[in-house]
């Protein structure tokens, strides 16, 4: 399903390409701000995506994300490792800069604890919505800036039931196109 996915979209934005693909890998670090039950964290990630053109870009994006509450009754240690496949258009170009907006979904491989016997695990869904910008410092080095709006469903295994939320998230990063 996926592969079809990717074959039809590649097919719809490749017949407009008006410059030269590119592949490109990217490492980012982000800051979660409005988490229910946490405070807020930080977390990081790596991307592969494709430039099909200079407006359409299909990437696939892993996140390491660390949760802690200290909450009295409610101390958690919480890991949520997300896969997502996000789609970029690109909406403003000048110079080296580069405006842009996005869209994304995956799933979330949540692992919890509160206690040492209280521990569990949930598989979740995720989305997010976002804009950023990129500022060519070379012909393949780009640095990145995001401002999305990430959403995970709530968790749920041994007892202990927590909830992320859709918090607001800011990230940083480095592109390296191939």
Same mark, same amino acid.
């Given at each position: ?17 008006? #410059? ?32 099909? %053109?200079?407006? =359409? ?12 509450? %200290? ?14 496949? %996000?789609? =970029? ?24 604890? #509160? ?24 012909? %393949? ?22 909830? #992320? ?14």
């Amino acid at each position: 399903m996926l592969r079809k996915f990717l074959f039809i979209a590649a097919a719809a934005v490749g017949f407009s390409a008006n #410059v030269q693909a590119q592949t490109y890998g990217e490492i980012k670090a982000s800051y979660f701000s409005g988490i229910d039950d946490f405070g807020d964290e930080q977390t990081f990630g790596l991307a592969v995506g494709y430039e099909f %053109n200079d407006r =359409h870009a299909l990437e696939v994006e892993a996140q390491v994300n660390g949760f802690d509450s %200290n909450d009295p009754g409610f101390e958690v240690d919480a890991d949520i490792f997300t896969y997502l496949l %996000n789609y =970029h258009y690109t909406v403003w170009q000048e110079g080296n800069w580069r405006v842009r907006t996005g869209a994304g979904f995956g799933w979330g491989e949540a692992e919890f604890g #509160v206690t040492a016997d209280k521990r569990g695990d949930d598989n979740i869904f995720v989305w997010q919505v976002g804009a950023g910008a990129d500022y060519s410092i070379s012909d %393949n080095v780009k640095a990145t800036f995001d401002l999305r709006l990430q959403d995970f469903d709530e968790a749920s295994d041994a007892g202990v039931t927590y909830d #992320v939320g859709t918090p607001v998230v800011i990230s940083v990063g480095l592109r390296y196109g191939f």
